[in-house]
């Protein structure tokens, strides 16, 4: 389910119609399944990293939760863990405060400071979650997370950065800039606060004549409803980072960046030579940005760690073919600017004799048994396709005492029919994660139950 995609093809098909090049989009989605306890360690352990269970972690912080809904979750599937949250939007902190309360998530702490807390705040966390704040803040605000972020990090705790890139959205910050002040002047419709922009276009402006993201951009913008559009860039400026800069940021604090939060090759689909010298870079910062640029990468989570505990290969391997997963269908957002470097759907890529369908939706598969036939190397790089492209979700070794109860009330809490489209979620407690309502509504009970989302 592709929450932000209205016009082009579906994960994995490239046909003619798809557009040459995906115009950047702002990530509207209210939780984010790729910044959760479950799915992260399900990165660092697939990166090579020894890291406990989520069930595990005593302790995390979100500083800056654009995805106002994720902390809400990891504390619903988590709840003997305590979550403590920051932002520099108090509506954002009111709305997140207010589900909390009406979930009963008595460990979800609110942390109402003008600045983001630090160690001298919140105790040592085994998780920082950074969301929506480097992309939107000035260089001594970001400065400032990011010292705050590290020193809230014990030893081998995981770090997530979530951010716009320079390479995905630098071309469009003067435009958004002119929209977000034509929306002060007091423009509300999409058509009146881009009607400059696409005016100088029709007459041969050359900045979007000459970079065909920009003139796609405007194009996605037009068609888009007019509150979407002001909503989507009202609310924070635009300052997008870059890998290099955060990684450069967060060394000086001895934490070093382990992998991206999604475990898919999008080079796969580029012509060789590309991938072959992106992937022969002589430095992991250098190859992680060569591949940016290669597929225009929009948008970013890295996983990062303060100590690294690689283990032996053969032991990593072991543990990617034996990761248990479910069929779901996740809200999946645009993160790359090409169509050949979208991850393919689960549907396309299973066997074609389904022997393997009624065991993911009713208790789960692992990685290995999906793909028998397979190489052990193809089996991982079709799971990471899979994954990526929120087909299958890994499946919780167990579940902590009172998450089927917490779980349970955030899914009521949630489902509300005074509460909006895009915050209605089921909380599924075996997959530590929330599924879409619009998805979970056509599931049997049976179903229903096998991913752990009770009565609400």
């Not at 970079?211 to 009202?234: H, K």
């Not at 597929?295 to 990593?316: F, H, M, N, Q, W």
Request: hydrophobic residues 40%.
């Amino acid at each position: 389910m592709r929450t932000d995609d209205r016009r082009d093809v579906e994960p994995g098909k490239d046909d003619a119609s798809a557009p040459r090049s995906i115009p950047p989009r702002v990530d509207l989605r209210r939780f984010r399944y790729e910044l959760t306890p479950t799915w992260l360690q399900m990165s660092a352990t697939w990166a090579g990293e020894s890291v406990g269970a989520a069930s595990t972690f005593d302790r995390i912080a979100w500083l800056g939760c654009r995805s106002v809904l994720t902390p809400a979750v990891a504390a619903a599937v988590h709840p003997q863990t305590s979550v403590h949250v920051w932002d520099p939007s108090p509506a954002r902190l009111a709305g997140l405060a207010s589900v909390a309360r009406d979930a009963a998530l008595s460990n979800l702490v609110i942390q109402e400071r003008p600045g983001p807390p630090d160690e001298s705040i919140v105790s040592p966390c085994d998780l920082v979650v950074v969301d929506g704040v480097l992309d939107s803040s000035d260089p001594a605000r970001r400065d400032q997370v990011l010292d705050a972020a590290c020193s809230l990090l014990r030893p081998g705790a995981l770090m997530a950065v979530a951010y716009r890139t320079v390479v995905g959205w630098g071309e469009v910050v003067p435009l958004v800039r002119l929209l977000r002040h034509r929306v002060r002047l007091g423009q509300r419709k999409s058509s009146e606060v881009l009607a400059p922009l696409e005016g100088l276009r029709a007459h041969g402006a050359a900045y979007p004549a000459v970079r065909p993201a920009v003139g796609a951009w405007l194009d996605d913008l037009l068609d888009a409803p007019s509150d979407e559009v002001v909503g989507s860039y009202l609310a924070d400026d635009l300052r997008p980072a870059s890998h290099a800069q955060v990684s450069e940021a967060l060394a000086a604090h001895a934490v070093d960046f382990v992998s991206l939060a999604q475990q898919y090759d999008p080079l796969e689909g580029a012509p060789p030579v590309v991938a072959q010298r992106v992937r022969a870079a002589a430095s992991v910062v250098l190859r992680e940005t060569l591949a940016d640029l290669a597929i225009r990468r929009t948008a970013r989570v890295d996983v990062y760690r303060l100590g690294r505990c690689p283990v032996e290969e053969s032991v990593r391997n072991a543990a990617v073919l034996g990761t248990s997963v479910m069929e779901t269908r996740l809200a999946v957002a645009e993160t790359v600017g090409v169509p050949w470097a979208r991850p393919v759907a689960l549907r396309e890529c299973l066997p074609t004799d389904g022997s393997s369908s009624s065991d993911l939706q009713r208790g789960g598969s692992c990685v290995r048994e999906l793909w028998p036939g397979e190489s052990a190397l193809n089996q991982e790089r079709l799971a990471g396709q899979a994954l990526a492209a929120g087909s299958i979700h890994p499946v919780r070794d167990e579940l902590p005492d009172g998450a089927a109860e917490s779980t349970v009330r955030l899914t009521a809490t949630l489902l509300r029919s005074t509460r909006p489209e895009q915050d209605r979620f089921a909380v599924s407690a075996r997959l530590g994660t929330a599924l879409p309502a619009t998805y979970t509504h056509s599931l049997s009970l049976e179903h229903r139950h096998a991913l752990g989302i009770g009565a609400s």
